[in-house]
Structure formats: C-alpha cells, structure tokens
C-alpha cells in the first residue's frame, strides 16, 4: 500500500489544489441549459491552464475515455459521458474530475440539483455526504480500511437508501487507482490498517432504490438497474501521524451547503 513522503505529498497537494479551484469553478457556471460538453471544456480548459493534464482522458477502456469530467445525470451513477445534453430543472447531476501534475493525481466528485429539485433528490444528496464524512472522520492511523466502509454505509443507507456494491473508493498518489480499495459497506475492524502517509480517495456511491448497477453499451455509463436516481461525493483525504486525515481537494466539507442551482 503506498505511503508517501513529504516531497511526494508536495506535488499531490499542489494537483489536489489546481482540481479544487477547477471544480469550484464549475459549480459556478453550472445552470439550467449548459450542455455537459460546455463545462467538460470549461474544466480541461484550466487544468491545462495551471500546467496540469486531465486525469480521465485517454483512461484505457473499450473505448478509452474521451473527457475531462465524468458527468452523470439522474440514474447514472458514475463514468457518464460528456456531450450534447442539456441540464434540465429538476435534474441530478454528479461531476467527477481528476487532475495529474508532476506526475501525482488528484480525484475527486461532487452532486448537485439543478433548479426545483424534487424531497427525494434533497434527502440522496444528503444521505451521500453524510456518508462521506462519516467515512473519512475514521480514516485514522491504526484503524482499518472497513471501519471506513462500515461508517459510509451505516450512516448513507440509514434513511431507507442503499450505497454500491460493485464500485469502491480506492488509494490515489503517483497513479489515479492505487490500493487499498475502499467499499462504500463492510464490517468494522477489517481489511487493512490505515497508516499516516496514505492517501485516500473517500467516493460514496449511493442509489435511491436498490443497489444493482450495468454499464450502457458506451462501455463507461454506469447506470442503477431499476432506473433509481444515484449521487456521488468524493475527496481525496492524507492520514495523518496523530488526529483527523486532512481534507486535500476540499470539494465537500462539513459546513458547506448541498448545491441546488
């Protein structure tokens, strides 16, 4: 499992702050009407801007992935495709983003109603979150990796939802997917013990109704199976020697609002 030093940290702050800034930045620009096109060039645009590469493009697939961003809309959970479709009121729109610089990545995701968005969309994106947080609070040197895991789904699923199975968070630094990886459920006190050094991508995945998940025939698009919504939070978190792991992409944190543009 990779643990890094303080040199190597140096440069995945340095790529956790230019998709911080990226990311902030769509969440200005998005409204009612943009095509997802538009904020994927908006965001590849400045992460080119800051002397970083996107993250996502070319990520070998069949076909590799063609964009900056992952958007995903209502019931696709993760991997949508950026291209001509415009964010209507009402909609779900999750955005997942990467930036590589001097060869450390960043990663992270957040959620998002556009417009008049219905109870069942408020109450998701919450539930996501709440997750997330209660994931990372025990990301702690000495833990293990399923009291994260345990901590997600307890607190995601408590409301009736239900958290992805088959996708999983995972280790990031000098490649975009290291180990440990990390499920959004498990049972506390297993899996691996978290170390000061590690850096982790906390990505909670939840699904209005059930937790079954298929790929379109694009071979990227994740969608639920039974056609529930879905959202998705993610952060990239350094444990740290004693305490608290710290935020590095700071996307979502504790005391921001959930968007509804």
Known sequence: MPVYNEHQLKFIRQSCDILHDVEY???????????T???????EKMIRERDAVPAFLGVKGDPDYPATCCISINEEVVHGIPGDRKLKNGDLVSIDCGAKYKGYYSDAAFSFGVGNV???????????????????KHAVAGNRIGDISAAIQRTAEKDGFNVVRHLYG???????????AIFNYGSPGTGIKIEPGMVLAIETMVCEKGY??????????????????????????????????????????????????
């Open 25 to 35: 930045h769509l969440m200005k620009i998005i409204r009612e009407g943009i095509t």
């Open 37 to 43: 096109r538009e904020i994927d060039r908006v965001a």
């Open 118 to 136: 219905s109870g069942t969309v408020k109450k998701l994106l919450k539930a996501t979150r709440d997750g997330n947080w209660a994931g990372a």
């Open 170 to 180: 995972h280790g990031v630094g000098a490649h975009l997917h290291e180990d440990p």
């Open 212 to 261: 079954l998940i298929e790929t379109l025939d694009d071979n990227w698009t994740v969608v639920s199976s039974d056609g529930g919504l879905a959202a998705h939070y993610e952060d990239e978190y350094l444990v740290t020697e004693n305490g608290p792991p710290i935020n590095l992409t700071r996307i979502n944190i504790e005391g921001t609002p959930i968007l509804i543009v």
